[in-house]
């Protein structure tokens, strides 16, 4: 199984251990990066921390399907204009 994919509207998650999850997309509270390298993400989930090893990029792209980080926003053209959040 790979470390991370999308069920529906479900997140199956394998952590550095093994162990398999699934975590409901809407309950993903927090991604954050573990390491300089940035190969492995701690993903917060109803109030549980679950360390995957995959980047966060990856599992951006999981969560919110179309949605870029900030840092590939700022890659763009001068032109170009980033979308701003709706809150």
């Given at each position: 199984?790979?470390?991370?994919?999308?069920?529906?509207?479900?997140?199956?998650?394998?952590?550095?251990?093994?162990?398999?999850?699934?975590?409901?997309?809407?309950?993903?509270?927090a991604?954050?990066?573990?390491?300089?390298?940035?190969?492995?993400?701690?993903?917060?989930?109803?109030?549980?921390?679950?360390?995957?090893?995959?980047?966060?990029?990856?599992?951006?792209?999981?969560?919110?399907p179309?949605?870029?980080?900030?840092?590939?926003?700022?890659?763009?053209?001068?032109g170009?204009?980033?979308?701003?959040?709706?809150?």
């Amino acid at each position: 199984m790979t470390a991370l994919r999308r069920v529906g509207s479900y997140l199956q998650v394998q952590d550095g251990d093994g162990c398999r999850h699934l975590l409901r997309v809407t309950s993903v509270q927090a991604l954050s990066d573990t390491d300089p390298l940035r190969n492995e993400t701690f993903i917060t989930a109803a109030g549980r921390t679950i360390r995957v090893p995959r980047a966060l990029d990856s599992i951006v792209e999981l969560i919110a399907p179309g949605e870029r980080l900030e840092a590939e926003v700022e890659d763009e053209p001068r032109g170009a204009v980033a979308a701003e959040w709706p809150f």
